[in-house]
């Protein structure tokens, strides 16, 4: 009998960070066992690593290849992947062992994803670092499912703390190349995927504030040209075809509005324009989600934290609300394929 559960696929994260830590920790949660039925693809080392620093012996069933994977209530699948060769994994350090370990195992999880045998993804703090280390070529790993799962669409980095929603016209490219990939076409897709992921979450009319690039949002054209010859014209455009869009807003005052709860986003020019705001606003219980995938993908706003990698203090609620946006955005979207079917 099929489970009336989300399927989730969990992920380590990287071996030498919290990652293992704080996988095992929401583990260790009996609610999240009972919340969905989860598959946790593990190399057999960086998983005893993280249950000695977590402190939690993990009651799993264990298998070894996709075709033996099956579901027990309550209870977690472990798929075993010797990623790293029998080695336990260097703690505190970017390293090219754990970035393959990482990058194979999110391989993997594209794997099942792409078969359908889940309906969410997550993973503990990766790093992009060692992540390049290990064999990936793409901006991201964002980047690097997009082209995985075949999407040609706009795909975007949303990062929610608190209720608010942020994201960006551009992501992990450099400062300098900024102000030429702004676009009327990249602001209305910001726009229109959050506005598409908010519905999905729950929220039935997203009022969605948008960043100016320049200082004062240009001030009038004497600091810069952006807002006027492009960010403006696509608000205008969005509220026309019927977005409660907004802006665009002085990039140092957006986020006074937005945590006041004068709108449910806000749309960022560049990474750190909205990633400084948000990690401001509460870092700990941050949540990093993938839009524009074919399942909800999420992480913790946190990275790998190799400096307290190791010493059992990892702090988890950024990925307890990551968790647990997958499960509810999850279960939204069986339930309307249900009704559609």
């Not at 994977?69 to 209870?75: H, I, K, N, S, V």
């Not at 993997?108 to 990766?126: I, Y």
């Not at 005052?253 to 806000?266: E, L, P, S």
Request: net charge negative.
């Amino acid at each position: 009998m099929t489970s009336p559960r989300s399927k989730l696929c969990l992920l380590l994260g990287d071996p030498s960070g919290v990652g293992p830590e704080m996988a095992l920790k929401l583990l260790a949660r009996p609610a999240n066992l009972q919340a969905a039925d989860i598959l946790l693809i593990a190399d057999p080392q960086a998983l005893a690593s993280g249950q000695q620093i977590a402190q939690h012996k993990l009651d799993a069933l264990v298998v070894h290849d996709l075709a033996e994977l099956r579901f027990e209530a309550g209870r977690p699948t472990v798929l075993l992947q010797d990623s790293l060769n029998g080695q336990k994994p260097e703690i505190g350090t970017s390293n090219l062992a754990s970035g393959k370990a990482s990058f194979q195992a999110l391989e993997l999880a594209t794997v099942t994803v792409k078969r359908g045998l889940v309906d969410a993804l997550l993973f503990a703090p990766l790093n992009k670092h060692s992540l390049r280390l290990g064999g990936l070529t793409q901006e991201d790993e964002l980047r690097y499912m997009q082209e995985r799962f075949d999407v040609n669409g706009f795909v975007c980095e949303f990062n929610i703390t608190k209720g608010l929603w942020t994201s960006r016209v551009t992501s992990h490219v450099p400062i300098r190349d900024v102000a030429r990939l702004i676009t009327g076409q990249g602001v209305s897709e910001a726009v229109k995927i959050i506005d598409s992921a908010l519905r999905q979450s729950g929220v039935a009319k997203p009022r969605i504030a948008v960043s100016g690039l320049n200082p004062h949002a240009g001030d009038g054209g004497s600091i810069g040209m952006e807002e006027i010859e492009i960010i403006e014209p696509a608000v205008r455009q969005l509220q026309a075809e019927g977005f409660d869009a907004r802006g665009p807003f002085s990039p140092d005052t957006v986020f006074i509005g937005a945590r006041r709860g004068d709108v449910d986003a806000v749309v960022s020019m560049y990474h750190d324009q909205g990633q400084i705001a948000m990690k401001l606003m509460g870092f700990e219980g941050g949540v990093t989600l993938h839009g524009g995938l074919p399942v909800p993908v999420a992480t913790s706003a946190s990275g790998s934290a190799f400096d307290i990698a190791g010493k059992g203090i990892a702090q988890i609620e950024g990925l307890q609300e990551a968790f647990n946006l997958c499960v509810r955005m999850a279960d939204a979207r069986k339930q309307a394929i249900s009704k559609a079917a």
